[in-house]
């Protein structure tokens, strides 16, 4: 097991390589670069534009290297935690992201942790009650849940929420915490305010996890094995738990890997609703004004947390599935 | 045979599916004693609901299946219970599954699961059963390993299933069955997966440990040479009817019912030192959902009895020497 981890973490070193390559490509694939953007800007700002001055900032920024020499000099800053400047906003992008990446995470984690700990026992509920009244109305309930938009049933909930208690429920804290230090009091003020955005992000997962969830206990629950197993004089529920549920749970941990990603997308349409204070507005904003640090570095820090969580989800498909162990 | 006690006996046994098709009558009436220390052989094609009684008497038929009617009644220590009038996820049918009733299945790569080692699906089934330590349900586990031919138990008892050759997983199949020194071993097409020349030794082992165990044995299969080598007595199964049963050595002898002949017929014989005709049984088993009326077999047989085999049910008739068999050709008026 140990050695399978160890193998797995060396595998992500030239994962990561590529991932850096492909991050560069990407904010180097539209035409021009920030000066552009920033020349654009002051244009319309009706401002004098000083060539020279221009192409001074640019070689000051290193704008006007080669491709692969800007590429190196990125990587290099990167890997002693350097992540440059943002030019748009004039502030290392170190600081920019580590302000917003913690309520990020925590919204993923915590939209994740409902998703699990919804669909996981629906799903087991749905399977053993096949078309039962329960599992037809989990199910419908499942399709609407897929079917509506974050967006829409983050309008629909701050509504509703402002009809309900004649407050808005905008942003990760109450007033008064905003800018109060750390305290429990803070703490409880955020999980208060956590779990609407962790319900709007994570009702389109829940939905389709327990489909998945559902699906694969059908299928386990007709094998042989567990035939056998009941022949040996468990206990249905005890059965259920060791056998089909072990196995049917393996494609649900190979979705970890995928749902960091997925919970940032999700997670960008609620935030601008919402108006919480996290990585994917600034990246939309990064992403629209060229700020090439920003966006690289944005775009550098999901893939390795989407390679974490692959990872992860690797750990618990091999701590599932012995056959998994000894795969790469 | 009639000084030794009475251990089980189905009575009129009658396992339905019910499905969107349908109703599906796997099993149709179907009565057979078997006693203390017996080998008792079922047999038939495929579908005629073998298996179906096997799952029947352990209570563990898939879901959709349903016991309609009859009995079977588990004679324990001078007291008897009806398994049909038990809780199919109580306490009582639970302690009888893998106590005093375990079973073989036909394919052991997916009859264990994959993700445990087999230790611990031997272990489980004797923790299950018996009061002892987890180093003691170990212990019997390696013992149980090392007595079914097992190489390196105590190594192999760490392996996982997928790690084995067919032929090692159905060894340890069956020392699962057998950990818990069950009265009554019901086997599933035991050999059915496993190459032939493993075969003759997953025969050869059953019939020992039968023997120096003392257990009853239902051996469940379409193959009559695994019935020839194990068996005391026979009973032969089409579309859920139970055809005909008499002692083995008398069925391969001495044929009643036309279709039990037609099988023993259809049967290859090796080293005749000529060429062999096969003679297979004409037509197929009709669709279950379309069950022939009379005698099930009629639209195949050739006695075909016009106006008497395509209306009426044959009767049970008893012959001589605990014969009996189901066939309007026997009926005396």
Request: glycine letters at 8%.
């Given at each position: ?92 992008v170190s600081k920019l992201i580590a302000d917003r990446l913690p309520w990020s ?224 | ?215 009853a044995l239902i051996v469940i299969t379409h193959d009559l040479a695994v019935i ?106």
């Open positions: 097991m140990w050695s399978f981890i160890l193998r797995r973490i060396l595998l992500m070193v030239p994962t990561l390589m590529v991932v850096s390559v492909i991050s560069f490509a990407i904010i180097e694939a539209p035409p021009g670069d920030f000066m552009d953007a920033y020349v654009n800007q002051l244009l319309q700002q009706q401002e004098a534009v000083d060539p020279a001055e221009i192409e001074s900032l640019r070689k000051r920024y290193g704008l006007d290297a080669p491709t692969y020499v800007r590429y190196f000099r990125w990587l290099g800053n990167i890997l002693q935690g350097n992540l440059g400047r943002s030019l748009e906003w004039n502030q290392p995470m925590a919204i993923s984690v915590a939209s994740f942790l409902l998703a699990y700990a919804l669909a996981i026992p629906i799903g087991l509920y749905s399977a053993t009650r096949q078309y039962s009244l329960g599992d037809y109305l989990f199910t419908l309930i499942g399709f609407v849940g897929l079917a509506t938009p974050n967006f829409l049933l983050a309008l629909l909930i701050l509504w509703y929420y402002f009809v309900a208690t004649g407050n808005v429920a905008v942003g990760l804290f109450s007033d008064e915490y905003l800018v109060a230090p750390w305290s429990f009091a803070k703490f409880i003020d955020l999980l208060k305010h956590l779990w609407l955005p962790a319900l709007v992000v994570g009702t389109a997962g829940t939905a389709g996890l327990i489909r998945v969830m559902r699906a694969n206990l059908l299928d386990e629950l007709e094998r042989p094995y567990v035939m056998v197993a009941r022949s040996k004089g468990l206990s249905e529920g005890k059965l259920l738990v060791k056998y089909p549920f072990r196995i049917a749970m393996n494609p649900v941990a190979s979705t970890i890997g995928w749902t960091l990603p997925t919970l940032v997308n999700g997670e960008l349409l609620a935030s601008l609703v919402l108006g919480l204070p996290t990585i994917a507005p600034l990246f939309v904003g990064a992403l629209l004004n060229q700020d090439m640090f920003l966006a690289g570095s944005v775009v550098m820090i999901l893939s390795t947390l989407t390679l974490v969580g692959t990872l992860l989800s690797d750990i618990v498909l091999a701590w599932l599935d012995p056959r998994i162990r000894g795969a790469i | 045979m009639s000084q030794t006690p009475l251990l089980l006996s189905v009575d009129n046994l009658a396992t339905h599916f019910f499905s969107q098709e349908g109703i599906l009558e796997a099993v149709d009436g179907v009565s057979f004693d078997i006693y203390a220390g017996e080998a008792l052989g079922i047999a038939g094609e495929s579908g005629c609901g073998k298996s179906v009684t096997a799952q029947s008497i352990l209570r563990i038929v898939p879901k959709n299946g349903k016991i309609v009617t009859g009995a079977i009644n588990l004679f324990q220590n001078g007291e008897s219970v009806d398994l049909v009038q038990l809780d199919d996820r109580g306490q009582q049918i639970r302690q009888i599954r893998g106590g005093e009733i375990a079973m073989v299945f036909q394919e052991p790569m997916a009859a264990f699961s994959m993700v445990y080692t087999i230790g611990n699906q031997i272990t489980e089934v004797i923790r299950l059963h018996q009061e002892c330590s987890q180093n003691e349900a170990r212990e019997r586990a390696v013992e149980m390993l090392r007595r079914v031919g097992m190489p390196q138990p105590e190594q192999t008892i760490d392996a996982y299933p997928f790690a084995l050759s067919g032929g090692m997983r159905q060894r340890a199949m069956i020392a699962m069955a057998l950990s818990c020194h069950p009265a009554l071993l019901i086997a599933d097409e035991p050999t059915t997966a496993v190459d032939v020349t493993i075969q003759a030794q997953v025969l050869e082992l059953m019939k020992d440990l039968q023997r120096d165990m003392g257990m020839s080598e194990l068996c005391d007595r026979v009973m032969i199964m089409y579309l859920g009817k139970d055809v005909e049963s008499a002692p083995a050595d008398v069925i391969f002898r001495d044929p009643k019912h036309p279709y039990t002949v037609g099988l023993l017929r259809s049967v290859p014989e090796l080293g005749e030192g000529h060429t062999q005709e096969l003679d297979p049984i004409s037509g197929s088993v009709p669709s279950p959902y379309r069950r022939p009326t009379g005698c099930p077999f009629h639209p195949r047989c050739p006695e075909f009895i016009p106006d008497v085999c395509d209306v009426d049910l044959p009767p049970q008739i008893e012959l001589a020497g605990g014969h009996r068999v189901r066939c309007h050709l026997y009926v005396q008026d």
